[in-house]
């Protein structure tokens, strides 16, 4: 019996030795050099969800990357309060105007702790810049002018002013044919943390700062002030492939 335990014993430790050079070798060819990330985004500026990423990377060299993204959001007032109609529907009072915003960039990636395949923790540091097209839509509502008639009309402080008389939102999309476009840049600086269990898989957060500016004043809210300068903060989940 005790012979054979330390045989058993003596196996393992071979085993435990063999699989550390594998993981050392691995760690070492753990490279890759082109990676498509898809995210999810969370911001100061946003909803419960912010809006959505797509990011193409390409090794430059040992330690950096240069990728192309392009967002796509939904910048909100920091004043807008949701309330519910008599009907329990969800309105936001005094806003008339949507604004989403779709913001190409381009960047740079710095690899600043690298990770073994399997373990550990990759940080990296990345800045990005680029134009925003801002699309305008108008905020539509649904109105009772009357105990029997109601109308759909984008809210209008002189007009809707009890929001007690309003009884929800307009329909999905009511309106984006009378959208506006404005024209301006946008630019981010982050920290990036990648959690991938494998090397051909991408998890990973970016955390990071967002500045944005149009060529003019975007009225969200038109009984408040207003802004053509918007920034935040960001949070951004990302899932992808790499190879």
Do not use: C, W
């Not at 109601?150 to 044919?177: A, K, W």
């Amino acid at each position: 019996m005790t012979h054979i335990l330390k045989s058993l014993f003596a196996f393992f430790l071979s085993f435990i030795t063999v699989a550390a050079f594998a993981q050392r070798q691995e760690a070492g060819d753990y490279e890759y050099d082109k990676e498509v990330l898809f995210g999810i985004n969370k911001n100061t500026n946003g909803g419960l969800i912010g809006g959505f990423s797509l990011k193409l990377g390409y090794r430059m060299d040992e330690d950096k990357f240069q990728f192309f993204g392009l967002d796509l959001a939904n910048v909100k007032h920091p004043k807008e309060v949701r309330y519910q109609s008599i009907l329990g529907n969800s309105f936001i009072f005094g806003k008339s105007n949507y604004l989403y915003s779709i913001r190409p960039y381009y960047g740079r990636e710095l690899i600043v702790f690298k990770k073994a395949p399997q373990q550990g923790v990759q940080v990296s540091l990345l800045g990005a810049i680029g134009p925003s097209l801002g699309i305008i839509a108008p905020y539509y509502i649904e109105y009772a002018i009357s105990r029997v008639e109601t109308v759909r009309m984008q809210y209008d402080p002189e007009v809707n002013q009890s929001r007690f008389n309003i009884l929800g939102p307009g329909r999905v999309f009511e309106g984006l044919g009378q959208s506006e476009i404005a024209f301006g840049l946008n630019a981010k600086a982050a920290i990036n943390f990648e959690f991938g269990v494998f090397k051909s898989n991408v998890t990973a957060v970016e955390l990071g700062y967002q500045f944005e500016g149009f060529n003019r004043e975007i009225v969200l809210m038109p009984t408040t002030d207003n802004r053509q300068l918007f920034q935040s903060v960001y949070f951004t989940f990302f899932y992808g492939f790499r190879k």
